[in-house]
């Protein structure tokens, strides 16, 4: 028998060095998808956030109305017609379209014309308005709430409402002569 001894070379034949350098690239690869998935998930939840406040934005009424003018058309007893125009100031972040304002408590009535208008942010638009005053009633110190339909930037109608002084307003200035020249013809008509 031959003394040949045999040597197992166990650096080269180890399979041990292969499976650690797999198992390091496996590491480094599932290190690389978690980082990646953070970020992506963080950007999500960004890009979420930023779209639910847009919604919220685009959601949003805030605006602000005054009487801006009116014109006489008639008056009856102590009754006075008039057409007006009613300001609205878009105060909120997104345009909206104003489809409809009315208003009504003892002694005045308004009602829009039916024209629809466009607001942007910060814009003012005039809407045109038929108004009935009764004079003895009608500028008292309370004012009148105006219930206004308005489209939002998200294509949903909503429904708000603003108070609206009309003693001292441009509408009370309009039907001031008016109302003084009813009053005068009922006093003369009460002396015969």
Not at 7 to 26: F, M
Not at 28 to 48: E, K, M, N, P, Q
Not at 148 to 165: C, G, K, L, N, W
Request: net charge positive; with cysteine; proline share 5%.
């Amino acid at each position: 028998m031959s003394a040949e001894h045999h040597v197992i070379d166990l650096v080269e034949n180890d399979p041990q060095p292969a499976r650690l350098a797999a198992s390091r690239t496996w590491n480094v690869r599932l290190v690389a998808a978690f980082a990646v998935g953070i970020v992506l998930g963080g950007a999500g939840v960004g890009v979420l956030r930023s779209s639910r406040e847009e919604r919220q934005r685009n959601a949003a009424v805030s605006l602000v109305a005054f009487p801006a003018s009116s014109g006489s058309l008639g008056a009856d007893t102590d009754v006075v017609q008039m057409d007006g125009q009613l300001a609205v100031i878009n105060a909120g972040p997104a345009p909206i379209t104003v489809k409809s304002a009315t208003g009504q408590r003892p002694g005045v009535q308004v009602q829009d014309t039916g024209q629809s208008r466009l607001v942007r942010p910060g814009g003012t638009t005039w809407i045109s308005v038929k108004l009935r005053i009764e004079c003895a009633l009608a500028f008292e110190s309370e004012p009148l709430s105006i219930r206004f339909s308005v489209e939002t930037a998200d294509r949903q109608v909503r429904e708000v409402s603003y108070p609206v002084a009309v003693a001292g307003s441009a509408w009370h200035q309009g039907a001031e002569r008016p109302c003084t020249i009813l009053a005068d013809l009922a006093r003369r008509h009460g002396q015969r």
